[in-house]
């Protein structure tokens, strides 16, 4: 019988394990509307706000919501670049065939 109470005890008081190897991630303060309002200013600068936006995407000292923004800044970047080159080689394209018909 006191065999059964203490299976009985042990089963409704189980005994957590510590975690071990538990990461913990570090809090980041989020960041302001201010700080949107310069990091937008400067980032629509021509060439400083693009050394910057690298800069924010891969620099160690970044808060992360701004580093995740400058990385998909910079991809979008990336497209329209692209975009535009495949563009003009097509209106290049185009255009050299509208003039070779002329001359």
Same mark, same amino acid.
């Given at each position: 019988?006191e ?8 089963n409704?008081?189980?005994v957590q ?6 990461v ?5 303060? !989020? ?8 990091? #937008?200013?400067?980032?629509? %600068?021509?060439?400083?706000? +693009? =050394? /910057?936006l690298?800069?924010?995407?891969f ?6 919501c701004?580093? !995740?923004?400058a ?6 970047? #990336?497209?329209?670049?692209? %975009?535009?080159m495949?563009l +003009? =080689? /097509? ?13």
């Open positions: 019988m065999n059964q109470n203490q299976t009985q005890t042990q409704q008081n189980p394990q510590p975690v071990q190897n538990q913990q991630q570090p809090i980041h303060k !989020n960041v302001s509307t201010g700080d949107w309002f310069a990091t #937008l200013f400067i980032a629509a %600068l021509p060439l400083i706000g +693009l =050394i /910057l690298f800069v924010w995407a620099g160690n000292s970044t808060n992360p701004k580093a !995740n923004w990385k998909a800044t910079l991809l979008w970047y #990336l497209v329209f670049f692209v %975009l535009g495949f +003009l =080689i /097509l209106g290049a394209a185009i255009f050299g065939n509208i003039l070779g018909e002329y001359f």
